[in-house]
């Protein structure tokens, strides 16, 4: 079976020095830091094949780290974005059975994001992620909403990935516990989640989707707790005079990956509220790094194997494009 993971990781050096020299950097960086995860994300090239053999995953679709060129200036964000595009394109050029990319855009000037993704795509990407604010601006701002018909129109599928609040935010809600723990908070712990699900609540209401219906968006992390809060969220399809539902949204313009968290738990719940046919795998690489052992007994709780297959490729494929000619793949170690 083809395991295709659509969340893995990685850093463009020269992006990375820029982000540092900010004068106020995004804490999130230290992440990248953390063990040997700067060595796994700076490459592109034969340990990162070796790790996905390991972990018996055909393809990767790669994708910066948070936050991407977003916290830059206009101009500093539109010549990374493209220097992380050439980079990541070049790097499937070498890999075209085993790697695929999402583009990196410079969401911190509007006015260029669509010729940014226009070229991407004629690059080869195949999709976007993007974060949910630039500065003061929210990613439903009606700046952005030439980028979601382009996208749409594209069919480029949106990954809203998680990123750090606001200094506003952090200093009303994720300080006062010491640094590591008001870090921590403010990112994996909680922060990084609720600002996610908050960036997709909000082109919910701001009808970007009854705009775009061929819009897809993609969360990780189960749907960003948006799957876990659907009886109080409901509520506010009738007072915000939606069109549909927000669980009808949610069912079909979005698509939820695992991001790692292999608990047979949340994937229960997921198939609760949406259909096996909006979930895909993805490993969160490398920040989670599951076992081929710890992904295969995941993937023995679905209860047939058209459901194992949606999840594990077959949704990816249809949902990207991505061409079934590659199969079978040739890995470098036995498996």
């Not at 079976?1 to 020299?21: G, Q, V, Y």
């Not at 226009?118 to 003061?136: C, F, P, Q, W």
């Not at 200093?171 to 870090?183: P, Q, V």
């Not at 403010?186 to 909000?202: C, P, S, V």
């Amino acid at each position: 079976m083809t395991l295709i993971a659509i969340e893995e990781h990685w850093i463009l050096s020269d992006l990375t020095s820029s982000l540092k020299s900010m004068a106020r950097p995004d804490h999130s960086l230290a992440f990248n830091e953390l063990g040997d995860h700067r060595q796994r994300l700076e490459d592109l090239g034969v340990s990162r094949i070796a790790a996905m053999d390991n972990q018996g995953i055909d393809i990767s679709i790669l994708a910066l780290t948070p936050p991407g060129t977003q916290p830059l200036s206009p101009e500093r964000a539109r010549r990374l974005s493209c220097a992380a595009n050439d980079v990541a394109i070049e790097a499937v050029s070498k890999y075209p059975t085993r790697l695929r990319s999402l583009s990196t855009l410079p969401m911190s000037s509007p006015e260029h994001v669509v010729a940014e993704l226009i070229r991407a795509k004629n690059l080869g990407h195949v999709g976007t992620m993007v974060y949910g604010r630039s500065g003061e601006r929210f990613l439903d701002d009606p700046a952005y909403d030439d980028f979601f018909a382009a996208a749409a129109e594209l069919r480029q599928p949106v990954f809203i990935h998680p990123q750090i609040p606001s200094d506003a935010l952090r200093d009303a809600c994720y300080r006062g516990f010491g640094d590591t723990t008001d870090l921590a908070l403010a990112t994996f712990g909680w922060g990084w989640h609720l600002d996610t699900a908050l960036a997709a609540l909000r082109l919910i209401l701001r009808g970007t989707f009854d705009r775009n219906p061929d819009l897809q968006v993609v969360l990780g992390h189960w749907g960003e707790m948006l799957l876990f809060w659907l009886d109080r969220i409901e509520s506010l399809s009738r007072v915000a005079s939606l069109r549909r539902s927000v669980s009808d949204y949610l069912r079909e313009n979005f698509y939820i990956t695992s991001s790692g968290m292999l608990n047979p738990v949340l994937l229960r719940h997921a198939l609760s509220v949406t259909s096996v046919n909006r979930l895909i795998f993805s490993t969160d690489y490398p920040f989670q790094h599951p076992t081929r052992d710890e992904i295969d007994s995941f993937l023995a709780h679905f209860t047939s194997d058209e459901d194992r297959e949606k999840f594990s490729s077959a949704n990816a494929t249809t949902l990207y494009g991505l061409d079934k000619g590659t199969e079978p793949i040739q890995r470098t170690v036995s498996q």
